[in-house]
Nanobody, 123 residues
Framework: QVQLVESGGGLVQTGGSLRLSCAASGGPLGSYVMGWFRQAPGKERQFVAAISWSGHSTYYAESVKGRFTISRDNAKNTVYLQMNSLKPEDTAAYYC????????????????WGRGTQVTVSS
């Protein structure tokens, strides 16, 4: 099973941007549909975005459409989440995850997870 490590989180002001990275090891990233989820304290893990094996197809949660962009570089075994126009409600731990199937937004469908990176948006 592929191992995933997220990076790029931090503290940013409202309206700012961050770029998260998810580096994979132990297997070819191109074998997985990749997703980003987030979890705020006391809340359930929430789907953010996902990208197909080749990167040609993506889908997003309504709350981030137009602000976040998911991308991947299979040669570098890395997935990215570009986050623009950040809001305080985007504050959460962000996790990348891998799945063999395309189309799910459910955390339980993703079998490989990183440990997360914290994003804090100040108002």
């Amino acid at each position: 099973q592929v191992q995933l490590v997220e990076s790029g989180g931090g503290l940013v002001q409202t309206g700012g941007s961050l770029r998260l990275s998810c580096a994979a090891s132990g297997g070819p990233l191109g074998s997985y549909v990749m997703g980003w989820f987030r979890q705020a304290p006391g809340k359930e893990r929430q789907f953010v975005a996902a990208i197909s094996w080749s990167g040609h197809s993506t889908y997003y949660a309504e709350s981030v459409k137009g602000r976040f962009t998911i991308s991947r570089d299979n040669a570098k075994n890395t997935v990215y989440l570009q986050m623009n126009s950040l809001k305080p409600e985007d504050t959460a731990a962000y996790y990348c995850a891998g799945d063999k199937r395309y189309g799910s937004t459910l955390a339980e469908d993703f079998g490989s997870w990183g440990r997360g990176t914290q994003v804090t948006v100040s108002s």
